[in-house]
């Protein structure tokens, strides 16, 4: 634990109340020195007793000032008001980390009065429960020991990896919504549970105990799913029978095709989006 660390939150809703307690939990930095910012006074007071924090409603000029990581975790369309309204508190040598999804690091960067390091990360919904799986691009002025900190950061809710930002659209498609995916398969394996006469209660912990241990088996493993997939299967078997019918109806093919669109939807939701606000909020001279 870096001691005098000291992070900043603004706006912390799910995403970002779910880094701070992560944050706090793997030592990253110490209560002292963490402190966030919320809408609403009762969701500041909700956060303050949780944590034993700082948290203030509004006031993200101040908050952002005295901190080493300034964390925006707003939504998009408020990220620019927000990178503004701090601008002027800014100084050199602080990191700026942004987790607004579909905002370009070109947009973060004409809003702020200097050249600093800039973050972009795409965490998925499964932080809140120290399980998420973040991708992270930078602009080139960050460091290799500020690079490590921000992964530090996003390790402590799941895992982190680093990727070029011309690839945030495919993680977005992938990870980003990725656990609605899931979500949908677990509901169809519950269902077909009940179906074949398995009670509501049980079929669910079966259901979501089978999805979380063939995760931890391929990360464990190392090995390719097709080849734990064929450890499962006995010939003239229960699974093959099932794979067959998954197959005679496109699962693989279907969910490569889901992404592809949504990758290529979230491209173009960032291109309208980065238009939008360019016309919105006026860079700053540099």
Known sequence: ???????????????????MGGMLQAGVVTRQNLCATVKSEPHAVELAARYEVRVTTGGNAEAAADADVVIVAVKPGYAMGVLNEIAPRLKPGQVIVSVAASLPIAMIESALPFTLPVFRAMPNIPVVV????????CNGSATGEQRDLVESIFRAVGVAC???????????ALSGSGPAYIYMVIEAMISGGVKMGLSHGVATRLAEQTVLGAAKHVRETGLHPAILRDQVITPGGVTIVAIHELEKHGLRSTILSAIESATLHSRSRTAVLAEKLKHEHKPNDK
């Open 1 to 19: 634990m870096n001691k005098d660390l000291r992070v900043t939150v603004l706006g912390a809703g799910n995403m970002g109340s779910a880094l």
């Open 130 to 137: 120290g399980e998420g799986a973040t991708a992270v691009c």
């Open 162 to 172: 680093f990727v070029e930002e011309d690839m945030m659209d495919a993680v977005t």
